[in-house]
């Protein structure tokens, strides 16, 4: 059990991420969450026993897209030195898919090295892999290039919409200890 305790004018907030195990149809209607659980104590009166609030969860819709990305990227990266971010494309789809890939600068404070635009095919049911070299010039949280991912085969529409939101934006860069 974690203990925190609060000042009058403070508010406790948690996120979780929720992953589920692999699901035969595209769409789950109204998956069931359950509950949270909340155990308190008033500090002021320790003769009270601990009470539980129970709240519960919102039910809601899961929806599996073919295409989804994994990005493998450090946590800092040390200024002026080369680091790699690694994009892995998976296809859970039972046709080959053709992606179009670019890397858009979007500010010079983090350059690309090669390459910023490829295309790859993807096998069904497997993964393809594209890494990207870069170098910070700018100590501080700083902003990634920008992900794009488009399939060429089946045509479709861009498919940055679902995944955008799951791209990391930023990166935590660091004095180099060369400058030291």
């Not at 994009?87 to 350059?111: D, F, G, M, W």
């Not at 949280?141 to 529409?157: A, E």
């Amino acid at each position: 059990m974690i203990l925190v305790q609060l000042k009058l004018d403070e508010v406790v907030a948690e996120g979780f991420c929720l992953r589920t195990q692999p699901i035969a149809a595209p769409i789950v209607q109204n998956l069931l969450v359950g509950e949270y659980s909340l155990y308190w104590k008033r500090s002021s009166h320790p003769n009270i026993p601990e009470l539980c609030t129970t709240f519960s969860l919102s039910d809601f819709n899961v929806e599996q897209q073919q295409v989804y990305v994994e990005v493998n990227i450090p946590n800092n990266v040390p200024l002026q030195e080369p680091f790699q971010i690694n994009y892995r494309i998976h296809n859970r789809s039972n046709i080959v898919h053709e992606y179009k890939v670019n890397l858009e600068q979007i500010n010079v404070v983090v350059a690309v090295s090669g390459s910023t635009v490829t295309s790859l095919l993807v096998p069904p049911h497997s993964s393809s892999d594209v890494t990207y070299t870069l170098v910070a010039t700018l100590c501080g949280f700083v902003q990634l290039p920008k992900f794009k991912l488009s399939m060429i085969r089946p045509q479709s529409q861009d498919v940055d919409e679902s995944i955008e939101k799951t791209m990391p934006t930023h990166i935590f860069v660091v004095p180099s200890s060369q400058n030291e």
